[in-house]
């Protein structure tokens, strides 16, 4: 039984009740382990609800690197601006009715109708992403598993940390870029555009399972970098939790 119906059997859910979406993470293709984000039903009786999920650390926790003004805005706007569109977009939409994030992800399939809801799953779970790969007090190297992978991929960590750079300077307008496991659980470095996301397997050129993201739309880093992405990715590799992104690789 998943989370949803059993909350909604034992009525544990009281009206307007807010669950924070758990996540785990996992790149081995095992779909009972990969990213997961509990929705609940509401006293509507719609069946799948997105809840905007906390920032997991203070406004200001990764100055001076990513500013508090820029990440109280990129939080409390555009990722709630997404969860918010993302349930308008459901609502009465037969085509994901009760389905979790990554459902939805699977099953979008590139046409002009369903960009709101390509566009807003992709927002929401991008940026869930996002926070969780970032901390205060992190950067440095990766180690252990993560590490000798990086290593393997790569040749090592600077060079991944060359290419991950280029590919993400290199996203013409608004994107993301990532890295990602793949079945054959490689390491492999991508990117997409707006707020597609390499599990959106039908629309996705490389298709996989980001462990790492990086939002590089001007939102992200324009009140503090101006038009210096550069410096903004730089600064990014300053607050990565490696140990987040170890975790994440399942
Ligand atoms: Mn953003």
New binding site residues.
Partial sequence: MDKRKFLKLTGAVAAGAIIAPTLTFCGNGNSENKTKIDSVSDDTGRSVVFTLPPLPYAFNALEPYIDERTMTI?HDK??AGYTKKLNAALEGNATFEGMDILTIFANLDGSPEQDAVRNNAG?YY??DL?WKVMAPNAGGMPTGKLAEMIDRDFGSFNAFKEAFTEEASNVFGSGWAWLCVGDNEKLFITSTPNQDNPLMTNIAEEKGTPVLGL?V?E??YYLNYQNMRGNYIDNFFNVVNWSQVEENMG
Avoid: I, Q, R, V
Wanted: glycine share 10%.
């Fill in positions: 990129h555009h990722h927002g991008n940026h996002f939002d739309w939102h992200a």
